[in-house]
């Protein structure tokens, strides 16, 4: 069944799914993408650069959360994905992909599913707390640029 604008509720959740973020498929996406960066393919060379361990790159994040939206709502067009990344998603683990739909515009027929404002209602969570490298607690120091 292929859902139409009128089908979709504000508030509607989607019902979780657990993307494949292991490191055979994480080395299928990063070959295809041309980023084959130790950081994503190999856990002990993400380590040497103070990682837990190899992480998920940004865009494959991203097309999780396109995919989500597209086996919810197959014919739906994604004209924008705003992505706030909080913490890296290791490779290896079982993040959870969920959404909500958090705005419905009546006169262009658009719903949107995350908001350009501070809620984010299409997430990835990792089921483990994830560790937060030191690296990425610093803010860059642009001056010295």
């Known amino acids: 069944m292929s859902l139409g604008y009128h089908d979709v509720d504000f508030g509607a959740e989607r019902p979780p799914t ?9 080395r299928r996406f990063t070959a295809a ?4 960066f130790g950081r994503f393919n190999d856990h002990d060379e993400a380590r040497k650069e103070g ?7 940004g865009i494959m994040s991203q097309g999780i959360l ?4 597209h086996r919810w709502a197959p014919r ?6 705003d992505t706030v ?4 998603i290791q490779v290896d683990s079982h993040p959870v992909a969920r959404g909500v739909v958090t705005d419905k515009n009546d006169e262009t027929r658009t719903i949107e599913r995350g908001h350009s404002g501070r809620k984010r ?9 994830a ?10 120091d642009c001056r010295s640029q």
């Open 18 to 26: 657990a993307p494949d973020v292991t490191l055979a498929n994480v």
């Open 33 to 36: 993408a041309g980023m084959t």
């Open 51 to 57: 990682l837990p361990g190899a992480i998920v790159p």
């Open 66 to 69: 396109v995919a989500l939206i």
């Open 76 to 81: 739906a067009v994604v004209r924008k994905i």
């Open 85 to 88: 990344f909080r913490a890296p």
């Open 121 to 129: 209602a299409v997430s990835i969570k990792c089921s483990t707390p």
């Open 131 to 140: 560790t937060i490298p030191a690296w990425m607690k610093k803010k860059p």
